[in-house]
């Protein structure tokens, strides 16, 4: 019997770096994410191929980070299912990794779905993040608590995951700066910074928990508007702590010039991603041609209260 996992992508809409010292941070699931299949096989070692990337792991390497942060996983999922079999795994992603679009969690995400259909979102959640923390080191959460669940949600460590109302759907640019970004890297120059200037970043985290308070008013009220507004004021104060970019405030500003209502940066940064509020679908593409003309890809995708990506199914293996 095969099983088979979905989780979304995510973008941040307000909160990055602030998230990992505790401070609220709004996320919402996108329409693209990754898709996982779980077939159990009868002896070890468990394996784990990445289509589009052409990689295979086995859970027993050493060497790899992806064999680390399955076997990982695995392990997270036989501390409460001791008699889980070894398993030949099957992901695709059609995120970019090191674009700050949550990639590496939607893969974990989906894994342990595919491994344990039956397991609640809680589950998957603290599965997957054994795998983000071989990857990034201390990560808040946010991407793998998305990717588990879906639609928009204020998340805080240590704390339950909170739904935010969304009134009418957020119609959304995302745009790659074709800049690989490294999360770890990017958490740790911030730690850096918070060592050397710490009045500077507590300043800019108490602006920061201000603006995601405001912005889940905006965003339960329907006011876009506001929420826009606001997306560029988080913007600037990451900017302050140096993880915007060159790349990252051109497509900022093009995007405003052509339509947004609002433009940052969404994860890491450094590179990565930068995510555009639209007052429409049909207005989504004014900001795509502007990002295209200064040679950026984007996509359009928009966000519903219950926005997530199918259910796990199980089905007979192919012969």
């Known amino acids: 019997m095969a099983t088979h996992g979905h989780a979304c992508g995510k973008v941040i809409l307000l909160g ?3 998230v990992v010292y505790g401070v609220p941070a709004i996320a919402a699931g996108i329409d693209r994410g990754a898709r996982a299949t779980a077939t159990p096989v009868e002896r070890g070692p468990s394996r784990l191929r990445v289509g589009g990337w052409n990689i295979t792991v086995r ?3 050493e060497k790899h980070d992806l064999a680390r942060a399955f076997r990982a996983l695995l392990d997270a999922v036989r501390d409460d299912r001791p008699d889980l079999p070894a398993v ?3 992901i695709e992603a059609d ?6 679009l949550g990639c590496s969690a939607a893969m974990g995400v989906a894994i342990a779905r595919a491994v344990d259909p039956g397991a609640s979102d809680d589950a998957i959640q603290e599965r997957a993040m054994a795998w983000e923390r071989v990857f990034h080191g201390n990560p808040s959460g946010v991407d793998a608590a998305v990717a588990a669940r879906g639609g ?3 998340f805080r460590r240590g704390e339950p995951v909170e739904r935010v109302r969304v009134r009418g759907a957020l119609h959304l640019c995302v ?3 074709g800049i690989a970004s490294s999360t770890k890297s990017m958490v740790d120059a911030v730690a850096r910074l918070k060592e050397r200037r710490p009045e500077v970043v507590a300043k800019a985290f108490d602006g920061v928990r201000s603006l995601v308070s405001n912005a889940r008013l905006a965003i339960e009220a329907g006011d876009r508007f506001a929420l826009g507004r606001l997306m560029d004021l988080n913007q600037m104060i990451l900017s302050g702590l140096f993880v915007s970019s060159v790349e990252i405030e051109r497509m900022c500003a093009t ?3 052509a339509g947004a209502m609002g433009a940052k940066l969404t994860g890491a940064g450094g590179g990565g991603s930068v995510v555009a509020l639209v007052p429409s679908a049909s207005a989504a593409e004014s900001v795509l041609a502007a990002w295209r003309a200064e040679g950026f890809d984007g996509f359009a995708t928009s966000v519903a209260p219950e926005t997530r990506l199918p259910e796990v199914v199980a089905t007979e293996a192919a012969p």
């Open 88 to 90: 030949h795994v099957e």
């Open 59 to 61: 859970d027993n390497e």
């Open 175 to 177: 745009g790659s700066t």
């Open 152 to 154: 928009c949600l204020q």
């Open 255 to 257: 995007a405003r010039e």
């Open 95 to 100: 995120l970019p990794p090191g674009g700050g």
């Open 16 to 18: 990055e770096h602030a």
